[in-house]
């Protein structure tokens, strides 16, 4: 009987240390927000902006730590294998999260279960783009210039949403174009404009700078309706694709059972970041659309995208490796 009150005290001790920790958090630690990319990607860019207006609202520094490859996973496995305690989340795109299990045969983690949806970040618009020496300026320009010379046109990846759209082009199309995937989207496009490839679908945010200085021409945005950041570029069902309907979005993760102050603390900051005007007008200078909601909003999302990608990926004919 006393060892049982004993336990039972130091279960209640420990339960209420723990949500001590939780009230306080972070208590001026610095956070590590990890990122799937490498410097100088879209997603790079957006995170050094959450981060900076993150650390602002918590009262201290968040730490951007970028650990690219294997379709995001290797971001994905160093946050699940942190500790539930909020100093360790992911800044996660579609890649990690609604792609890699689907493309790849081992992925160290389970989307459902191993990780705590935090807060919706928004959407990072992807459009096409070719190398602008090429003879081709339109979507339609480029599927009868590929089916005039099948198996001819390459189109780079360096990320899910580039392979995917690739894929699903080709596919809906009907054309033969080959597939080069990069480690990282800057060393694509780097090569796109030297033009060692021909097209390739990128981030509106690490596309943009070379298409105002007009390296590379920009042909559609992948979602079914036009961006509202860039309004004058067609989708690509407006460019005669149909169905076609690809989006690349933006959220924060932690890893599972993370404690719910923590996670309210995060969502809280998220929020109120995405709707201050002058962040959101940064953000949006970027190529990227900031938005937001509650968790349970964000966490739904999750597993719908997971279920979706799934499906796109079997339509486009996409074997997991």
Wanted: hydrophobic letters at 40%; a negative charge.
């Amino acid at each position: 009987m006393i060892l049982k009150k004993m336990t039972t005290a130091l279960l209640g001790f420990t339960l209420c240390a723990a949500s001590a920790a939780a009230a306080a958090w972070p208590d001026g630690k610095p956070i590590t927000m990890i990122v799937p990319f490498p410097p100088g990607s879209g997603t790079d860019s957006v995170a050094r902006i959450f981060a900076r207006e993150m650390g602002k609202r918590l009262d201290t520094n968040v730490i951007v730590d970028n650990k690219p490859g294997g379709n995001g996973t290797i971001a994905g496995q160093n946050v699940v294998r942190s500790k539930p305690d909020g100093y360790t989340i992911l800044i996660s795109t579609n890649t990690p999260l609604s792609a890699a299990p689907w493309l790849m045969k081992n992925v160290p983690y389970d989307v459902k279960t191993d990780f705590t949806p935090i807060a919706r970040g928004g959407n990072l618009p992807f459009i096409l783009i070719a190398n602008s020496q090429r003879p081709y300026t339109s979507v339609q320009e480029l599927i009868s210039y590929a089916k005039e010379h099948p198996g001819k046109v390459t189109y780079a990846s360096g990320n899910s949403t580039g392979i995917v759209s690739g894929a699903t082009l080709a596919s809906k199309a009907d054309i033969d174009i080959l597939h080069v995937p990069y480690k990282g989207t800057p060393q694509a496009i780097t090569d796109l404009i030297g033009g060692q490839v021909d097209v390739m679908f990128t981030d509106l945010t690490s596309g943009l700078p070379f298409i105002e200085s007009k390296q590379v021409n920009a042909f559609a945005v992948t979602t079914a309706e036009r961006s509202s950041l860039w309004p004058e570029l067609p989708s690509m069902q407006e460019a005669g694709v149909a169905d076609f309907d690809v989006t690349s979005w933006n959220g924060f993760l932690g890893p599972a059972n993370m404690p719910k102050e923590v996670v309210d603390k995060m969502n809280a900051a998220i929020n109120d970041i995405v709707t201050n005007p002058d962040v959101k007008a940064e953000l949006a200078r970027l190529g990227f659309d900031a938005f937001s909601g509650s968790q349970e909003e964000f966490a739904k999302f999750v597993l719908e995208q997971y279920e979706r990608w799934g499906k796109m990926i079997k339509d486009a004919g996409i074997a997991a490796n």
